[in-house]
Antibody
């Protein structure tokens, strides 16, 4: 069974650092892109970026570029999302999700949908 | 960035009704359009990918259509368990933006 299991809820103060995880099982971690999606309280879904664990190729949304860092450890089939200095506005639920497939044409990638999702990690940033 | 606009933002329908949600892209995205269902307190679930392909395990009452800039999600016969918010998402070019969501309520 394909599964993405995320780390537990976090409560942090502004200015602190944080790294949350997404451990996958049931498929070859290196061969599928992993996305991170933010959902602020009561709001919609926001696409943060993607990482290809095979070579750590990473694409960030301009809205999140420089605000977060995505990484992956192939040896333990785990993707990470980290912040160096949290802000109150980072309070949200964060989901990791796997893209099921993609089509590559030259340097362009065209993706199919995100077919497996983690359960989400709630991050609360408050003083 | 490609902007995705869904309509309506919310709707209320009866069990058995046919429900249609539309999604418009600010530029052509071919058929790289996906639909997700998010039930309260749960992670999103993929319903439709590349505009019209039904994800495995999803009931056949869900269907998708469209290309280029205009897309539609149809629920042929609304069921009580379809209470959820539905999102479209383009996966043609990064960032893979979502629509703002359509909340479906049951009358």
């Amino acid at each position: 069974e394909v599964q993405l299991v995320q780390s537990g809820a976090e409560v942090k103060e502004p200015g602190e650092s944080l790294k949350i995880s997404c451990k996958v099982s049931g498929y070859s971690f290196s061969g599928y892109w992993i996305a991170w999606v933010r959902q602020m309280p009561g709001k919609g879904l926001e696409w943060m970026g993607i990482i290809y664990p095979g070579d750590s190729d990473t694409r960030y949304s301009p809205s999140f570029q420089g605000q977060v860092t995505m990484s992956a450890d192939k040896s333990i089939s785990t993707a990470y999302l980290q912040w160096s200095r949290l802000k109150a506005s980072d309070t949200a639920k964060y989901y990791c999700a796997r893209y099921g497939d993609y089509l590559r044409r030259g340097n362009n990638y065209y993706f199919y949908g995100m077919d497996v999702w983690g359960q989400g990690t709630t991050v609360t940033v408050s003083s | 960035d490609i902007q995705m606009t869904q309509s309506p933002s919310s709707l209320s329908a009866s069990v058995g009704d046919r429900v249609t949600i539309t999604c418009r892209a600010s530029q052509s995205i071919s058929t790289y359009l996906n639909w997700y269902q998010q039930k309260p307190g749960k992670a999103p679930k993929l319903l439709i990918y590349v505009a019209s392909s039904l994800q495995s395990g999803v009931p056949s009452r869900f269907s998708g259509s469209g290309s280029e800039t205009d897309f539609t999600l149809t629920i042929s016969s609304l069921q009580a368990e379809d209470l959820a918010t539905y999102y479209c998402q383009q996966s043609y070019s990064t960032p893979h933006t979502f629509g703002q969501g359509t909340k479906v309520e049951i009358k």
